[in-house]
């Protein structure tokens, strides 16, 4: 009997270890000045994945990034740049749909070098 509750959870096992899809992904990212989206829009760009483009600069950077995290920007990881503590929040936004998954994404943080950093450069716009 043990064989057979093998057999019948290998499908299970391969379907959990299978990664998601890098299908087209497009979102608009936004960051502003402030600890919310209501402060001074700094800047606005598009980035598409697969295939890459849109008005991102650094656009095969940012999604390499976004395909180490499954597509979820909460899951970015850090690039381990040293910044200092000064507290001048900044606000980032994502929008769109990629992954097999929507984005609506928000997040502040302490700094400009701290939301490269910790966005492995995806909100280096």
């Not at 057999?7 to 899809?21: C, F, G, R």
């Not at 760009?45 to 650094?58: A, F, I, K, Q, S």
């Not at 690039?79 to 994502?94: K, L, R, S, Y």
């Amino acid at each position: 009997m043990k064989s057979l509750s093998i057999i019948l959870l290998y499908p299970l096992v391969l379907e959990a270890a299978t990664p998601p899809t890098k299908g087209p992904a497009h979102y608009t990212l936004a960051i502003y000045s402030g600890s919310s989206p209501s402060g001074q829009r700094l800047s606005q760009v598009v980035l598409d994945c697969h295939p890459m483009g849109g008005t991102h600069p650094h656009s095969a950077q940012a999604c390499s990034a976004l395909d180490k995290a499954n597509g979820y920007f909460d899951k970015l990881s850090s690039n381990g740049a040293f910044c200092t503590d000064n507290f001048e929040p900044i606000t980032a936004t994502a929008e769109g749909n990629g992954y097999g998954h929507p984005t609506h994404f928000t997040k502040t943080y302490s700094n400009r070098c701290a939301l490269v950093s910790e966005s492995d450069g995806v909100f280096d716009i």
